[in-house]
């Protein structure tokens, strides 16, 4: 049997805008920032946000909310990963 790992509670990155969505893609695209990209509290993402808005004006952030379920399939899939790769 296999047990996760995943903490039961959503946790919270940022993320910077990339792109817009091409027809049919669904949302805009975002990508995790580095240094920001780590699991972190609502409280700790926004104040996370407003210093990535102060120190890269140029920039579009968010506070994207990893889910609960996001985290378990990012976990199965990395396990399953590691099996093919055994």
Same mark, same amino acid.
């Given at each position: 049997?296999? /047990?996760?790992?995943?903490?039961?509670?959503?946790?919270?990155?940022?993320?910077?805008? /990339?792109?817009?969505? +091409?027809?049919g893609e669904g949302g805009? /695209?975002?990508?995790?920032?580095?240094?920001?990209?780590?699991?972190?509290? +609502?409280?700790?993402? &926004?104040?996370?946000?407003? &210093?990535?808005?102060? =120190?890269?004006?140029?920039?579009?952030?968010?506070?994207?909310?990893?889910? /609960?379920? &996001? +985290?378990?399939?990012? &976990?199965?899939?990395?396990?399953? =990963?590691? +099996?093919?790769?055994?």
């Amino acid at each position: 049997m296999t /047990v996760m790992t995943v903490p039961l509670t959503d946790d919270w990155i940022i993320e910077r805008f /990339v792109r817009f969505a +091409k027809p049919g893609e669904g949302g805009d /695209v975002y990508e995790p920032w580095p240094g920001y990209d780590k699991a972190m509290t +609502k409280e700790a993402a &926004e104040k996370a946000l407003d &210093e990535c808005i102060q =120190r890269w004006p140029d920039y579009e952030f968010r506070a994207h909310r990893v889910r /609960v379920h &996001e +985290k378990m399939a990012s &976990e199965l899939f990395a396990r399953l =990963r590691c +099996k093919t790769n055994e």
